[in-house]
């Protein structure tokens, strides 16, 4: 059993375009993250949802959108992609809120061209 | 704000001992936990210290000095599956927000 998965796996889509990312986990976890790693593979927090209401918000352009319809789901919709948006990105999950402990997807592989 | 450092690479043989160390500065700080991630691959958990001292999970061992704001991940009888990156990361809290915030990763590569 997948405990946290995301699809699609791979993205590749034209600048300008609007695409989302889905995230499940089936581990009863009350808390969810997206992250994104850029190529120099540094990982940074971009949403934290528990219980599905939005605790972390980064300095993220608000191009971005997560939605939370219940706890054990987790999407990010992104508008008017940018060359910038190329990245991977991962969907995470933990017990408790901002936990250290935190199970991630497989990640998303988003390449705007 | 929150900061971490680690080495970008490390290299070392099968069967060898690695230190990979971490220092970080940030608010409100929790404990330090470490990540591995395989290329291609999600980040997994390995270990998380919460006090000063050395936690030993099997062949992994994690160590923090909360006076030094310094931590380090022990890997033993090294072998090829370890060749991986390896992530700190320190909990803590700013402005009333508990955060998970990452180092940049150090890359392993463990030679025959």
């Known amino acids: 059993d997948t405990a946290v998965s995301q699809t699609p796996k791979y993205l590749v889509t034209q600048m300008g375009n609007d695409k989302s990312i889905k995230c499940e986990q089936n581990l009863g976890h009350d808390t969810m993250y997206w992250y994104k790693q850029d190529s120099k593979k540094f990982l940074k927090i971009m949403f934290s949802?528990?219980?599905?209401?939005?605790?972390i918000n980064e300095t993220v352009p608000n191009r971005f959108s997560p939605k939370s319809p219940d706890k054990a789901h987790l999407n990010l919709h992104i508008n008017s992609l940018e060359l910038g948006d190329s990245a991977v990105y991962f969907c995470a999950s933990s017990p408790g809120h901002s936990s250290y402990e935190q199970y991630f997807g497989p990640g998303t592989r988003l390449t705007v061209t | 704000g929150q900061s971490l450092e680690q080495p970008s690479e490390v290299t070392a043989v099968e069967g060898a001992i690695v230190q990979i160390n971490c220092t970080y500065q940030?608010?409100?700080?929790?404990?330090l936990s470490w990540y591995q991630q395989h290329d291609g691959g999600a980040p997994t958990f390995l270990s998380y210290n919460a006090l000063d001292g050395l936690e030993e999970t099997g062949r992994f061992s994690s160590f923090l000095s909360r006076s030094d704001s310094y931590g380090y991940l022990l890997l033993q009888e090294l072998q090829m599956k370890d060749s991986a990156s390896y992530f700190c990361?320190?909990?803590?809290?700013?402005?009333?927000?508990?955060?998970?915030?990452f180092g940049s990763g150090t890359r392993l590569q463990v030679q025959p």
């Open positions: 990361a320190a909990l803590g809290e700013d402005t009333g927000r508990r955060a998970l915030t």
């Open positions: 949802y528990n219980n599905k209401e939005l605790i």
């Open positions: 940030t608010s409100g700080f929790y404990g």
